[in-house]
């Protein structure tokens, strides 16, 4: 692989998700919140991605989130954005929003500021959604990763994101 400017796990795992969707001929697509398009970055970073990534949605505000991808304002008011229901959610309207096959969301708080009792920073959720599957086949997930600075998380994050988009993966 080429020099990259981005961590090496990243674009090797990004190569492994783009061969095994190459593979099957699957496509995919993002929506990312504390990633800031650094999944959609690792993925586009690997020759021949385009046979697979359709598209990534970079939805950092509320507001965006609610009119790019139709996240409701009752989601987002009752459980806010960093919650299983808004991850689902964004999931959801990254598939409508593009011909991908299967979407997956991310949302979080890189810090160092914004984190709570409830959701310290370090907490991101997940979610994976498929065109055709039913909402009973939710694949979401909260995790709280060890607060290593702003880059680390959301190097954590991604890489996560990443497992989520390689065929029959459970979850992050």
């Known amino acids: 692989m080429t020099q990259s400017i981005l961590a090496p796990e990243l674009v090797e795992l990004a190569a492994r998700v783009v061969a ?6 699957r496509t995919i697509s993002v929506a990312e ?10 993925i586009t970073e690997i020759p021949g991605s385009s046979e697979v990534f359709e598209a990534g949605f970079v939805t950092y505000s509320n507001e965006i989130k609610s009119e790019l991808l139709k996240v409701s304002q ?8 960093v919650s ?19 979407a997956v969301a991310i949302t979080g708080i890189a810090g160092p500021a914004g984190g709570s ?3 310290p920073v370090g907490t991101v959720v997940f979610a994976r959604a498929e065109r055709g ?5 939710v694949v979401a997930d909260m995790r709280t990763f060890e607060n290593n600075g702003r880059s680390g998380i959301r190097l954590q994050a ?3 994101a990443l497992e989520l988009l390689l065929p029959d993966s459970d979850g992050p």
């Open 20 to 25: 095994a969707n190459r593979r099957i001929g």
């Open 33 to 42: 919140s504390c990633t800031g398009g650094l999944v959609s970055a690792a």
């Open 74 to 81: 009752d989601v987002l008011e009752t459980f806010g954005a």
């Open 84 to 102: 299983i229901a808004t991850a689902w959610a964004m999931a959801q309207g990254a598939l409508h929003k593009s011909h991908a096959q299967v």
């Open 117 to 119: 009792e409830q959701k």
């Open 133 to 137: 599957e039913s909402p009973d086949k």
């Open 158 to 160: 991604a890489l996560c």
